[in-house]
């Protein structure tokens, strides 16, 4: 067996066995959140997430993925291409926050939903920050680091989310637990990066930044499409129904989705390791792309 098919069985083994735990951990949230928030409670939280997921293709715009590509084509350039890509998401996350609030007026939506959204955009923020640095650590193929960032990070979200839900606490303060979640996750994935190596903060280049935009925008429009399609019916469903229809309707969605996690884990470890043997011009891409293939077809059909 050659390095790269070790390196893609090692981080898709270590990717798995992380999904397979916080899968678990989202389950066992799932029995509580309906419980003890009831669906009013569920769809307030799930309307949020879906607003932010939305918003959240705007802010990436498809940074993520071509930083993953590159850096594992070229792994000097981290610095640069961290520096300018968490600058530019700063100020798309300005302009999302801000045509967020015209939305919210717009729609109408009860106090206490709007402050939820607004807690969920906090976590949102910091959860962006975070996943540049997992594309970091997906670009030089250090999975491990990634699945220990969202075990510890999922972890403590849940553990805290279901105390405070036993203790009789409401949407509000579950809504605040992700945003130490997403905090968790940061720090846990910056520790992580000075570990194997020091990561230094550029200054803003302009030139680079135009050239991360041009070259992000195919990522962005796939990403967009996919995210787009599986939220939008949770925010048009908000407008036309009361939040505990929309409640019923989100637990089931969001217990649908985390069944997606066997084709994103195997994906998030082959292409890395596919934009390398590209790169380095490998007669073995073929193979692996071949065999990536047929392991995803026989996942898939049972």
């Known amino acids: 067996m050659n390095n790269s098919v070790k390196t893609i069985t090692k981080n898709a083994s270590v990717l798995m066995l992380s999904q397979l735990i916080t899968w678990g951990m989202a389950l066992v949230l799932m029995i509580f959140l309906p419980r003890y928030l009831g669906a009013v409670g569920v769809g307030k939280f799930q309307l949020a997430s879906s607003l932010w997921a939305i ?3 705007v802010v990436s715009f498809g940074m993520d993925t071509y930083m993953t590509k590159e850096i594992a084509r070229a792994p000097e350039k981290v610095n640069q291409l961290f520096s300018a890509s968490v600058t530019l998401q ?5 302009l999302g926050a801000g045509g967020m609030t015209l939305y919210t007026r717009f729609a109408n939506y009860p106090d206490d ?3 939820i959204i607004a807690i969920i955009g906090a976590a949102t923020f910091i959860g962006q920050l975070s996943l540049s640095c997992r594309a970091i650590l997906n670009g030089l193929e250090r999975m491990e680091f990634v699945s220990l960032s969202d075990i ?7 553990l805290v989310s279901i105390i405070l839900l036993v203790l009789g606490y409401g949407v509000t303060a579950v809504a605040f637990v992700s945003i130490l979640g997403s905090f968790v996750g940061l720090v846990t994935q910056l520790s992580a990066l000075r570990r194997i190596g020091q990561l230094h903060f550029k200054p803003f280049d302009i030139s680079l930044a135009q050239k991360i935009l041009i070259a992000s925008f195919p990522f962005f ?5 996919l995210v787009f399609y599986t939220q939008v019916d949770i925010v048009i469903i908000s407008l036309l129904v009361s939040e505990e229809a929309l409640g019923w309707y989100g637990a089931a969605d969001r217990l649908f989705s985390t069944l997606l996690f066997i084709p994103t884990v195997f994906m998030a470890a082959v292409f890395p390791a596919l934009s390398r043997m ?12 071949r065999l990536s293939f047929d392991l995803l077809l026989l996942a898939a059909v049972p």
């Open 113 to 115: 939903t709007v402050l």
């Open 278 to 289: 590209h790169s380095e011009g490998s007669e073995r891409i073929n193979n692996v792309s």
């Open 90 to 94: 700063i100020l798309l996350f300005v």
């Open 221 to 225: 429009l796939i990403n967009g499409f």
């Open 152 to 158: 510890v990070a999922k972890g403590i979200a849940t």
């Open 55 to 57: 918003v959240s293709i």
